[in-house]
Nanobody, 123 residues
Framework: QVQLAESGGGLVQPGGSLRLSCAVS????????IGWFRQAPGKGREGLLC????????LYADSVKGRFTISGDNAKNTVYLQMNSLKTEDTAVYYC????????????????WGQGTQVTVSS
């Protein structure tokens, strides 16, 4: 059974940092790509970053380049999302997702999803 579990969300002030974790079970990062997505209130799901550990490749959305980074620990089968210089508009539910094909920021492309973790950026 494939499971993805996000953690690390919470309340942070503008300009602050937060690191989210995506613990994966049932599949291996050596064979699947992992993407991070978010959904803000009243908006559609937005693709942010994707990691393909098989070829050491990453894909970034323009909206997070220079602020967010993605990394993976194959030994722990966990992918991280480091978020710096957070803005109020980064407030959203953040999801990780997996697929056996190549990286995509199209949420409809990903086969497996976690339940999400809330990130609120506010003073």
């Amino acid at each position: 059974q494939v499971q993805l579990a996000e953690s690390g969300g919470g309340l942070v002030q503008p300009g602050g940092s937060l690191r989210l974790s995506c613990a994966v079970s049932g599949i291996s990062l050596k064979h699947y790509v992992i993407g991070w997505f978010r959904q803000a209130p009243g908006k559609g799901r937005e693709g942010l970053l994707c990691l393909d550990s098989r070829i050491s490749d990453t894909l970034y959305a323009d909206s997070v380049k220079g602020r967010f980074t993605i990394s993976g620990d194959n030994a722990k089968n966990t992918v991280y999302l480091q978020m710096n210089s957070l803005k109020t508009e980064d407030t959203a539910v953040y999801y990780c997702a997996a697929d056996i094909s190549g990286c995509s920021l199209d949420w409809g492309y990903m086969a497996y999803w976690g339940q999400g973790t809330q990130v609120t950026v506010s003073s």
